[in-house]
């Protein structure tokens, strides 16, 4: 009985395994930056539209802006100008968020896509505080920043109607 085994199968399965080993080296030749920052930002333009068929469903677009305060070992657009554009679908001050977020400082800026939830919570004074968390990605830059990709978390709270802070921290690098 002649067995034959044909060379296809194994030289594929080489060609794929040097696929993921480039890949995974030139991934891992990129040194990731962490970062994180604490932004303070203020209403320029808040647009709320109630809806009407549940109590307090609102639809709101605004733009805050502010300013970017780097607070980990790496410094990353300290003092940086903050443009966030967020558009909300809240009942109650309770649903989902997406925002473009643009920090610049003279030529550079990273732009950020946030995707997260705002929450009501009541304090133990009994007074409601809207908080709100999620997460980012780079979707684009300029400068020293042109090729970012990276990713992230924030969390934040408003301590007026048209002011915010917010903690956030990450990664990125610039890809070559």
Same mark, same amino acid.
């Given at each position: 009985?002649?067995?034959?085994?044909?060379?296809?199968?194994?030289?594929?399965?080489?060609?794929?395994?040097?696929?993921?080993?480039?890949?995974?080296?030139?991934?891992?030749?990129?040194?990731?930056?962490? $970062?994180?920052?604490?932004?303070?930002?203020?209403?320029?333009?808040?647009?709320?539209?109630?809806?009407?068929?549940?109590?307090?469903?609102? $639809?709101?677009?605004?733009?805050?802006?502010?300013?970017?305060?780097? $607070?980990?070992?790496?410094?990353?657009?300290?003092?940086?100008?903050?443009?966030?554009?967020?558009?909300?679908?809240?009942?109650?001050?309770?649903?989902?968020?997406?925002?473009?977020?643009? $920090?610049?400082?003279?030529?550079?800026?990273?732009?950020?896509?946030?995707? %997260?939830?705002?929450?009501?919570?009541?304090?133990?004074?009994?007074?409601?505080?809207?908080?709100?968390?999620?997460?980012?990605?780079?979707?684009?830059? *300029?400068?020293?920043?042109?090729?970012?990709?990276?990713? %992230?978390?924030? *969390?934040?709270?408003?301590?007026?109607?048209?002011?915010?802070?917010?903690?956030?921290?990450?990664?990125?690098?610039?890809?070559?």
């Amino acid at each position: 009985m002649q067995t034959h085994t044909s060379k296809r199968p194994v030289a594929l399965l080489i060609a794929i395994a040097l696929l993921f080993t480039v890949g995974a080296t030139s991934l891992m030749g990129q040194e990731m930056n962490k $970062i994180s920052g604490k932004m303070t930002l203020a209403a320029e333009t808040q647009e709320t539209v109630n809806i009407g068929d549940a109590d307090g469903h609102t $639809i709101t677009f605004s733009v805050f802006e502010g300013t970017n305060f780097s $607070i980990g070992v790496r410094k990353f657009m300290d003092g940086a100008h903050v443009v966030n554009v967020a558009f909300s679908d809240l009942v109650k001050y309770n649903g989902p968020h997406q925002t473009y977020t643009t $920090i610049s400082k003279k030529d550079d800026a990273v732009i950020a896509e946030c995707q %997260g939830k705002t929450m009501t919570k009541m304090s133990a004074d009994g007074e409601p505080m809207v908080v709100f968390e999620g997460t980012f990605t780079y979707v684009g830059g *300029k400068g020293l920043y042109k090729d970012i990709q990276g990713k %992230g978390i924030y *969390k934040g709270q408003y301590v007026s109607p048209k002011i915010y802070v917010v903690e956030w921290e990450g990664e990125y690098f610039v890809k070559k």
